[in-house]
Every structure is written in structure tokens, then in C-alpha cells.
């Protein structure tokens, strides 16, 4: 089974400039989230998707993130424009549905500058 | 007060020791409960998955859920440098859907 596939695994910027992650998750798996992790911190959820729809974004900063997800498969996260505070690694998580365990690509370690 | 909490440590033992991970929590309606680690610029990777009450071993790996007391634990048992890692648990259950996460704790296993 291939896992969760993030790109890319860097990216450095400046702030107010704009980026963009992409994910891949496991075949057949219709829930897909978007956390953010701050160094020495547990796992901050952004947004939940189950297939294509919204389930939980509550704590996405929605003036300047905003996440789709194409199809019910891919899935992508912009950050526009962005601040010193969003240096953090990105990652993506799926699941079969809601109450299955979470399997996470490695991550995009963002910096902003 | 946060509804889980866990030591971020840093936790330091020599190779072979029994190692001790413990994360608290408050919300009584927590059914399903998870051990992650995750190594240096990985993802986290699923280690245990338990529902409710009791024990469950993998390996050299043990967790424990005690609802009453609200704690559970991971125990590695004849631990290796390579289990240097942080560990992280989570929880969810009743009305939150949300999955709630510790803040890890830094392991390191000294050879």
C-alpha cells in the first residue's frame, strides 16, 4: 500500500509571498486532513475533509489559508499571503473514514523569511 | 485546562530499559486512544490503536488505557536507540469528532 505523498518536502519564502502544498493520500481513503506543526508541539488540525466536502475548519485562518480538495482525491493547501508565524511543517493525513487511525505523508517544512 | 496532556520530556535512558509514556486527559466521552511516533523531519506513524479500557501489546510495545483514572500509558519494553523518537498520543470519542493530541515527548535511548 503506497502511503501519503506530499510535495514538496521544502520551501523557503518570503513573507507576503504566496505557496502552495499538495497531497496524495491513500487509495480508497475518503477522509483527508491538513495539520499544521509547530517544532516541539503536537499536531494542529486546519481542515478536515470527508471526500470532497468540508467537514472541519474551524481553526483554519480562512483570511489567508484556503485548502480544496479535487475529485475527492487530491487535496491542496495555499497560504496567501504569508507570515513569519506560518513556518512550520505541513502535513497530510488520511483515513478510511472519521474514526479510523490517521496515516501522515512526511511533510512540507515551510520557512518563512 | 488543557483535555489531554502529555510531559514533553525530554525522556533519557540507557539501551534495554523499560520505558514509561503517559498522557492525562478530561474528557470522559474519549473511546478511541492512539500512540504516534514520530522521528526528525517524519511524519507520525501509527505505533498503537486501542478502544476503551484494558491492555494491548504489539511487540516490544504495551499500551495501556485506564478510563477510570483517565491515563494512558505506552510501555516499550527492552528499548533500542533506534525507538529515539517523540511520541505523541491522541484521543477522540463522543460529540468531538475532533482527534485531540498531546504535545509528545522526546525519547532518547542511549547505546
Known amino acids: 500500500e503506497a502511503g501519503v505523498a506530499q510535495s514538496p518536502r521544502y520551501k523557503i519564502i518570503e513573507k507576503r509571498q504566496s505557496v502552495a502544498f499538495w497531497c496524495n493520500p491513500i487509495?480508497?481513503?475518503?477522509?483527508l486532513y491538513w495539520y499544521q506543526q509547530i517544532l516541539g508541539q503536537g499536531p494542529k488540525l486546519l481542515i478536515q475533509f470527508q471526500n470532497n466536502g468540508v467537514v472541519d475548519d474551524s481553526q483554519l485562518p480562512k483570511d489567508r489559508f484556503s485548502a480544496e480538495r479535487l475529485k475527492g482525491v487530491d487535496s491542496t493547501l495555499k497560504i496567501q499571503p504569508a507570515k513569519l508565524e506560518d513556518s512550520a511543517v505541513y502535513l497530510c493525513?488520511?483515513?478510511?473514514?472519521?474514526?479510523?487511525?490517521?496515516?501522515f505523508g512526511n511533510g512540507t517544512r515551510l520557512t518563512v523569511t | 485546562q488543557k483535555e489531554v496532556e502529555q510531559d514533553p520530556g525530554p525522556l533519557s535512558v540507557p539501551e534495554g530499559a523499560i520505558v514509561s509514556l503517559n498522557c492525562t486527559y478530561s474528557?470522559?466521552?474519549?473511546?478511541?486512544f492512539m500512540w504516534y511516533r514520530q522521528y526528525s523531519r517524519k511524519g507520525p506513524e501509527l505505533l498503537m490503536y486501542?478502544?476503551s479500557s484494558g491492555n494491548k501489546e504489539d511487540g516490544r510495545f504495551t499500551a495501556q488505557v485506564d478510563k477510570s483514572s483517565k491515563y494512558i500509558s505506552l510501555f516499550i519494553r527492552d528499548s533500542q536507540p533506534s525507538d529515539s523518537a517523540t511520541y505523541l498520543c491522541?484521543?477522540?470519542?463522543?460529540?468531538?469528532?475532533?482527534?485531540?493530541w498531546g504535545l509528545g515527548t522526546s525519547l532518547a535511548v542511549n547505546p
Open positions: 487509495s480508497g481513503h475518503a477522509t
Open positions: 474528557n470522559s466521552a474519549f473511546q478511541y
Open positions: 486501542t478502544y
Open positions: 491522541a484521543m477522540w470519542g463522543g460529540n468531538n469528532r475532533k482527534l485531540i
Open positions: 493525513a488520511s483515513s478510511l473514514q472519521g474514526n479510523s487511525p490517521l496515516h
